[in-house]
Each structure stands twice: as structure tokens, then as C-alpha cells.
């Protein structure tokens, strides 16, 4: 992994040993855009309770995310926990509102027509979610997919197809840790912009996975949701992290407190 300086001038706070940026959506969408047009390599990454508790087991993880260039704030836990550490964020920016609101910013900038490329989800779900993507945004260029169920110790053909497409975009959803460390792994051998790892959101960008309703949403809830939908996935990294992630806050805040006085 190559280490590399942080571009944005946005303010970043520490939850616990995490550093993680505070801005709004239009703040960080603004950032993301400005990089694009100007080809500064860029890494977009989110950060969830869940990502939190690998980072305290993983110290290669951690250095990753540190090492991010934007670390934005999903969730109602990581939102909980910097109230913990005295300050709050300005809005919650999980991925899969994110980045549809980062493909319409682009969709307006007339003057450059970007190229997006998805890595990821199972055989046959990014091939449709680059389909349905690319008749909603006509001004960018959806130029291609892989299937993210690969021997990733062979990854060099895959990038090499991403680089030859002249990607400015690439989305990696492998679910966490591994799509942050594929992207870190890698960076140096990809020419595209930016990079963003995305969870999920190829999954519900096909139409083959829902989203929780909107009320759920609203109530800060999706996670419940997703949770009764695949209850032996999901269930302990919810149920259980969610209770870790809070004993990492309150542990480590009463380090750093005790290291003062």
C-alpha cells in the first residue's frame, strides 16, 4: 500500500483511532467532483460501527482507512459515538445515497463525460445494475463489470480491462474488509480517479436487492431491515457489533481521558 498524503482540506476528527472527515454531502460531493476533473487519484471510503470493530482486530485495516482520502460517516452508531468524543457530524453519508447523488453532480458537468466501472456482487448482478445505471444517467458512460466471486490472487487481467476502458470511476463492492484492501493492494497499478468501496450498493443498484422502506430509513433503522432479511449473515455483526463498537468508544475514551490527567 502506498502511503499517500490527504488532499482534501476538510476538517477530520478522531473517533477513537479512527480519523474520520466531517462534512455534509454537498461538501464532500463537491471535493469528489473537483478531483475528478482535475485526475487527482482519490479514495472514498465509508465508515460503520462494523468497519470500526474489524479496524481494532486488523491493524493493516486500520492503516488503510486512516490512510483514505475521504472517510466518510454512515450510520446512526459512528454518528452515537463521536457525541462520545465531543462533536457530531454534519449529516449521515452512507454509500447508497452517496453515490447516486455523486452520479448526478457528474450527470450535469456537461463539459466532460465521465466513465464508470463496477467491480463486485455475484455473476450477472453488475452487469444488470450497469444496464439500469446507464439508462438513468445519460450523460456518463457505464464502460464495464466484473463479477467480484473471482481467484483475487489473479487480479491483474481485471485491472488491466479497467485501465484499458479509460475508467474514471471504479466502484469495488466486496463487502468490508476486502474491497478497502483490494483497492489499497492495487491503487498503484489502477489509472483511474477515483476510487470508491461501496458495500452493498451494486446489489441494490440491479433491482435483485431491495432497500428498507423509507420508513426505516427515516428511523435510522435500515440495518434492522437488512438484518430480518438475512438473519444468519447478519445477526451478529449487528446485534453483537454494535454493543462491541460501543465498549471500543467507551474504553478508549476513558484511556484518552485517564492519559490527561
Request: glycine residues 6%; positive net charge.
Amino acid at each position: 500500500m502506498i502511503n499517500r498524503r490527504h488532499y482534501f482540506m476538510i476538517e477530520k476528527r478522531w473517533l477513537g483511532n479512527i480519523g474520520v472527515n466531517v462534512v455534509n454531502q454537498q461538501e464532500a460531493l463537491q471535493a469528489v467532483s473537483e478531483k475528478l476533473q482535475k485526475k487527482e487519484k482519490t479514495d472514498v471510503f465509508f465508515l460503520n460501527d462494523h468497519c470500526y470493530n474489524l479496524a481494532q482486530k486488523d491493524k493493516e485495516y486500520k492503516k488503510i482507512i486512516n490512510n483514505s482520502d475521504l472517510l466518510l460517516n454512515d450510520g446512526i452508531g459512528v454518528e452515537v459515538g463521536a457525541k462520545i468524543y465531543g462533536f457530531q457530524f454534519k449529516e449521515n453519508l452512507n454509500g447508497t445515497d452517496f453515490i447516486p447523488a455523486l452520479f448526478d453532480r457528474l450527470n450535469k458537468i456537461k463539459e466532460q463525460k465521465f466513465r464508470i466501472f463496477l467491480l463486485g456482487a455475484k455473476p450477472g448482478i453488475a452487469k444488470a445494475a450497469l444496464d439500469r445505471l446507464g439508462s438513468q444517467y445519460k450523460h456518463l458512460e457505464f464502460v464495464g463489470e466484473h463479477h467480484g466471486y473471482y481467484d483475487h490472487t489473479k487480479s491483474n487481467d481485471i485491472i488491466d480491462t479497467i485501465n484499458q476502458r479509460k475508467t474514471d470511476v471504479l466502484l469495488v463492492g466486496f463487502g468490508m474488509p476486502l474491497q478497502e484492501k483490494w483497492i489499497a493492494e492495487h491503487r498503484s497499478q489502477l489509472n483511474c480517479t477515483v476510487t470508491l468501496a461501496v458495500g452493498a450498493f451494486i446489489d441494490f443498484s440491479s433491482g435483485t436487492v431491495n432497500r428498507a422502506p423509507s420508513i426505516f430509513r427515516k428511523l435510522r433503522l435500515e440495518w434492522l431491515y437488512r438484518m430480518a432479511k438475512e438473519p444468519k449473515r447478519l445477526w451478529k455483526r449487528n446485534l453483537v457489533g454494535h454493543f462491541l463498537f460501543f465498549y471500543y468508544m467507551f474504553k478508549q475514551r476513558l484511556s484518552k481521558t485517564k492519559a490527561k490527567a
